[in-house]
Structures are given as C-alpha cells and as structure tokens.
C-alpha cells in the first residue's frame, strides 16, 4: 500500500473549486476585518469587511459559471460551495451586524437564528439538488431565498456606517425588553432568515 500523497486532495479541483475557495477566504477577511473594527473603532475596516463580502458574492456567481462552462462539477464541488457561503453570507454578515452595534442578548439570539437558517437552506438544497434537477444538470428553482441575498443586508450595515449610524445611533433606535437591549434594526435578519427557510419557489437563473 503506498503512503499518501501530499496534496492529491488539491490535484482533483477543479477550476470552479479555486473561485469558490476565494469566496471562502474573502469571508474569512471580512471576519477578520469586522474583529479589527472591534478592536480599534476604525469605521474603515467594516468598508473592507463589507467590500470583502460583495467580492466572495462575484466569486460565488463565476464559479457557477465556469463549472457550467467547463462542464466539470462534483459533489465536493457543491459541498465545498456551501460551506463557503456559509461563512461569507450567513456568519460573517452577522458579525458585521454584532460589530455595528446589535449586541443585545435578543439581538444575538436573533443573529444567531439567521445562520442557523442559513446552514438549514444549504442543507435542504445540497439533499434535493438531485431530485429538483429532474435528472438534468440544472436546478429548476430555488425553495427559499439564496443564502447569498445577506448581501443586501451587508449593504444596509455599509450605508449605516457611512452615515455614522452605529452603536447607539443604529437606526430606528434602541429598546429594553425585559431589561435586555434589543435594536429593531436586527429583524431584517430574522425576515432574511425566515425566508431562506421558507417554500417559496424562485426561479434559478
């Protein structure tokens, strides 16, 4: 039996794979980036934070693209895409939400409710990718909205540090409920979350 050999794990991706590679490494720099924005106050690092996340949203759309050019997809390809919308669409926008401001305990709970929905989605699609392709190469429709829409709710956070509204300034304000902190701004989370898990058909494109 001959020893394994370094790297052959790496020799079987193919193009597409190193693109949804990249969208996993920009999420992981916009958690970077959003834990130096915690460290130092510096608003320009949510701007990367937010710049990161709109990058792994291109590179998530290219990979689509070139394993349908190529022809050539796995299914270590669809899981490796999943987990990297994982961090770049469902974490790291609710750590960038958390860095903003949405700290309460009811803020968490909520944010943590929008990556659990975002895993569920991902699940239920990678488990009836087959069945909805009806034997072809394409999925027909989407149930639930794409895990990659968060984008929108990056924008939101992006245009709230542009006007400073952060902390205690976050728009529509700050409420005690039970004596914890709560920011209504966080229910665009719980609506986003609640949608990807819904059974609502979208087209796939």
């Given at each position: 039996m001959s020893p394994p050999?370094?790297?052959?794990?790496?020799?079987?991706?193919?193009?597409?794979?190193?693109f949804t590679?990249?969208?996993?490494l920009c999420g992981m720099g916009a958690l970077f980036s959003?834990?130096?924005y915690l460290q130092t106050a510096e608003a320009v690092?949510?701007?990367?934070?937010?710049?990161?996340?709109?990058?792994?949203?291109?590179?998530?759309?290219?990979?689509?693209h070139i394993a349908r050019?190529?022809?050539?997809?796995?299914?270590?390809?669809?899981?490796?895409?999943?987990?990297?919308d994982?961090?770049?669409?469902?974490?790291?926008?609710?750590?960038?939400?958390y860095a903003c401001g949405m700290q309460g305990l009811l803020d968490r709970i909520l944010l943590l409710f929008f990556v659990v929905c975002g895993v569920s989605r991902l699940a239920r699609y990678n488990v009836t990718a087959e069945k909805l392709s009806e034997g072809g190469d394409k999925v027909k429709y989407f149930e639930g909205t794409p895990i990659p829409t968060s984008l929108i709710l990056v924008a939101v956070l992006a245009l709230a540090v542009?006007?400073?509204?952060?902390?205690?300034?976050?728009?529509?304000?700050?409420?005690?409920?039970?004596?914890?902190?709560?920011?209504?701004?966080?229910?665009?989370?719980a609506i986003s979350g609640s949608l990807m898990i819904s059974r609502i058909k979208i087209p796939k494109l």
């Open positions: 050999k370094p790297f052959s794990m790496i020799r079987e991706f193919h193009l597409a794979d190193w590679l990249s969208n996993a959003t834990m130096t690092h949510l701007y990367f934070a937010s710049g990161l996340i709109l990058l792994a949203f291109l590179f998530d759309v290219l990979d689509g050019w190529r022809r050539k997809s796995s299914a270590m390809g669809l899981e490796l895409d999943s987990l990297a994982v961090i770049s669409f469902g974490v790291a926008p609710a750590a960038i939400a542009w006007q400073g509204a952060l902390g205690d300034h976050l728009w529509l304000g700050v409420f005690y409920i039970g004596g914890f902190q709560f920011h209504p701004l966080t229910l665009m989370f």
